[in-house]
């Protein structure tokens, strides 16, 4: 019996290894190359996704700067107290309050139109009778308004007055509406 070294079967045959050429890497390279790659992200894809951004964007500042509805939430609030009290010289006041917002609104209906050349001023006035703060001054043909106001442990009383037509920048000693807060 005869014996025979181990062919090197990496190449296949031996007569295969002294053939190769390196073709085996190219053969590898092509089929690497063949699979797929993903598709590029489209132009029209990141125009969307900005304008989805920017609706967003709009959405969020347009609430953020709208008004609060003062009033309305004190009104539906569901810890609310109502007062309701009668203006000096005609018409009703509507106090309500809410701990739970730290708001209240005040509803005057049925006023009596405002002297000649005066309007109604509505206004908050601190506690401890310090300084008071306008909430609103009425057109002088106005017999009704609402207004919201916060931070009730801020406030002792809303005061109704009547000021020069225009408003004032103090509470005048015409008062037709004192409440207190409770506190």
């Known amino acids: 019996m005869q014996h025979r070294e181990p062919e090197d079967f990496r190449y296949g045959t031996p007569e295969d290894a002294q053939d190769d050429l390196g073709l085996e890497l190219v053969d590898d390279l092509a089929q690497h190359r063949s699979s797929r790659r993903p598709a590029p992200v ?29 009033a309305g939430e004190v009104k539906d609030a569901p810890d609310v107290t109502e007062q309701t009290v009668q203006v000096s010289g005609g018409g009703q006041a509507v106090l309500r309050l809410s701990a739970s917002n730290d708001a209240g609104s005040l509803v005057l209906k049925d006023l009596a139109g405002a002297p000649e050349g005066e309007t109604y001023q509505i206004w908050v006035e601190a506690v401890g009778g310090g300084s008071a703060s306008s ?22 009383s809303v005061l109704v007055t009547t000021e020069p037509a225009g408003g004032s920048s103090e509470p005048s000693e015409t008062v037709v509406l004192d409440i207190d807060l409770p506190h």
């Open 42 to 70: 489209k132009k029209w894809m990141l125009l969307a996704g900005a304008a989805v951004v920017v609706v967003i964007g709009v959405i969020a500042l347009v609430a953020a700067l709208m008004p609060r509805d003062i």
């Open 135 to 156: 909430l609103k001054v009425l057109d002088p043909q106005d017999t009704k308004a609402t207004v919201g106001f916060q931070s009730l442990d801020d406030i002792g």
